[in-house]
DNA sequence: TTGTACGCGTTATCAT
DNA sequence: ATGATAACGCGTACAA
């Protein structure tokens, strides 16, 4: 019972009780008249600014509480430019890299009051450009997380022209703050491993070659595993770099054509954890033994890597997602920086089954 | 070169050539006055209505090109009540069904002009409350989209309380429009694989008890696999119900229960798949072959069951999402319908290695 | 500490 | 077919 008065309250009060019953909500001019104060009192109230005594808050709360006030979004981004509201551009929904790291920024930004608008651009021409030209971006978003996604350059120019923070993860791009993994790094790990094992032989399965060159992860991965290969003292055979596309069906038909030569290789190190179980599925179609006759090693760390004894590089998936919200987080509430970010998050390989020392006779 | 002549177009542009620089958008009242013409017309043109001219509409949307002029979606959500966006509330995003269904309802939503906002509410309670409670979805979605969430009697209030048509996903509520697939008859599809095959001891696996009563799914799939059961002529020993998490760990846990048993059962039927793949893992650690010691079947069609070569019944996930995306666009655009509505899709039996006769000396 | 009043960019109503 | 103009609900100088 505010010290309005009942009068005051029933005037008020939002839910029209007229016959048509339609539900309206209430605004902030009810909770101004309801509290006997001015609305500009009400805003400040509410949202928990300064020069508000101690009474009226509670008195505007009480009538805000009374007529289950909330503060239309709408109304108020229209005024002050903010929407609180951070885009997400994905090609994947349901591919595990992407749903984590979505995972992890969701988590961060509604920490932070922030909701997440989803771009889920795909991989086809046509569907992307509707999605990036309409211009469908433009004021619905107070910043954008760019997750791998393979830009074409008017795509990028569409993103840019937007003028909010950006990051992206997994995608290290001039100009944008940046989430990644050390991919070099990683593919030397992986492949150190198998050579530290013994191999001599060692196959590589890689992204697709026909997305855009921004899709660096595949490549750079490879060059961390010549790194390796150089440091050992071997060579890859160019007929043992292979390209597939992130799928367990990819990395079946890989290990395939792998394993059906005349002279297969001991090793395959394949760029994603999917594909590496693709590969030991295409073993045991083949009738080989892991990591018998071959072993097999991932990257990613998977949650289906554990049953399938893969050994692998482990990614913080998760965390690249954490990372990359805070970094939108402090762009947006923070100075503006002049330099760009780039977050470097750690990998670690993890010892399972599927990998160990060729046979003798193969060695 | 609109008629309006280069002079209006000076004074309109938009992106002030000021000393900042700052770069300004361009609304409405500057297309007007390139175009020469008032607002209302504007706002007529480029929505594509009638009463417009051709000729005026030409010149209205050449000014809006030269201006690279975009309507203000929170201007024109405040004024129209309607924001064009779906908000997606899901406890998890990182697990198979919820990114396909997901991704299903983007799909289709996009389709149809409508942005998704994600609510990914969790599981802990804490989470949860501050999600729902907090007045987070008010005025920011013309509708809703329920995934499996299990919800508290006082989140369905929220929800209800926001007066938006609203759609669940494997969630069978009164008074909700629901796509679903029909549980019951899928655990007893997946039972009478197991029966016809002459096992006469079988296991379940179901989703965890602790949830709350909404999630119906583990429990109506035991119903069915009960029913089989009594069509089959065989009972099920209650010590063979087990409870589980849907996750792979969970089903390592629980086949290995199973398994350490001294009189172990010939058949586990789990209720997703991701636990039917921890039961193949725990039959893998317990030596035990599959199908000759123990034949697994479970039920979604994860594409990980592919490579484990999984006997399952497959449901249509991302037809669901797009179903249920389909049934908001018709409750947003269309007559409010008086009646709820049920969609059930149906699911299929995939028959692969993972099943099999028991063993003679074992029937 | 509180109130007044303007403006955010658009849609919709009513004239014309 | 087109044009004024009143909302939409709120934030925020500025005044008191």
Redesign the interface.
């Known amino acids: 019972m505010p010290p309005g008065g009942p009068t005051d309250l029933k005037r008020g009060a939002a839910p029209r009780s007229g016959p048509g019953a339609g539900?309206t909500?209430s605004t902030i001019h009810d909770v101004a008249r309801a509290a006997g104060v001015s609305t500009a009192t009400v805003s400040r109230a509410v949202r928990g600014l300064d020069r508000v005594s101690p009474q009226t808050r509670a008195r505007v709360l009480a009538a805000a509480e009374a007529l289950s006030y909330?503060v239309?979004?709408?109304?108020a981004?229209?005024v002050s430019g903010r929407?609180r509201?951070v885009g997400v551009v994905v090609p994947?929904?349901?591919r595990?890299f992407f749903?984590?790291v979505?995972?992890g920024a969701?988590?961060l930004l509604?920490e932070h009051g922030y909701?997440?608008?989803?771009?889920?651009v795909g991989t086809h021409q046509t569907t992307r450009s509707?999605?990036l030209d309409h211009?469908?971006l433009?004021?619905?978003v107070d910043a954008l997380l760019v997750v791998s996604a393979d830009l074409r350059p008017e795509e990028v120019e569409v993103l840019s022209s937007l003028?909010v923070p950006l990051v992206t993860v997994g995608l290290d791009m001039a100009g944008w703050d940046c989430v990644r993994i050390d991919d070099v790094r990683t593919g030397e790990l992986a492949a150190a491993h198998l050579i530290g094992l013994g191999h001599r032989r060692i196959a590589y399965v890689g992204g697709d070659p026909s997305e855009d060159v921004h899709l660096a992860t595949a490549v750079d991965r490879l060059l961390g595993v010549r790194r390796a290969a150089r440091a050992g003292g071997l060579r890859l055979a160019r007929a043992d770099l292979l390209q597939s596309d992130w799928?367990?069906?990819g990395g079946?038909a890989a290990g395939q054509t792998l394993l059906q030569r005349p002279d297969p290789p001991t090793a395959v190190l394949a760029a994603s954890d999917e594909m590496a179980?693709?590969v030991?599925?295409a073993a045991r179609l083949c009738g080989r033994q892991v990591p018998g006759d071959l072993s097999v090693i991932g990257i990613d760390d998977h949650?289906?890597s554990?049953?399938h004894d893969l050994t692998t590089v482990a990614q913080p998936v998760h965390d690249q997602g954490r990372a990359a919200g805070q970094l939108l987080v402090d762009a947006m509430t923070g100075p503006p920086l002049s330099e760009r970010r780039v977050e470097t998050l750690p990998t670690r390989l993890v010892v399972r089954g599927s990998t160990g020392p060729p046979r003798p006779d193969w060695g």
């Open positions: 539900r909500t909330t239309s979004p709408v109304a981004s229209l929407t509201v994947f929904l349901n595990w749903a984590n979505l995972d969701e988590e509604r909701h997440l608008l989803l771009f889920n509707l999605v211009g469908l433009r004021g619905r003028h799928t367990v069906a079946i179980i693709g030991l599925h949650e289906m554990f049953s």
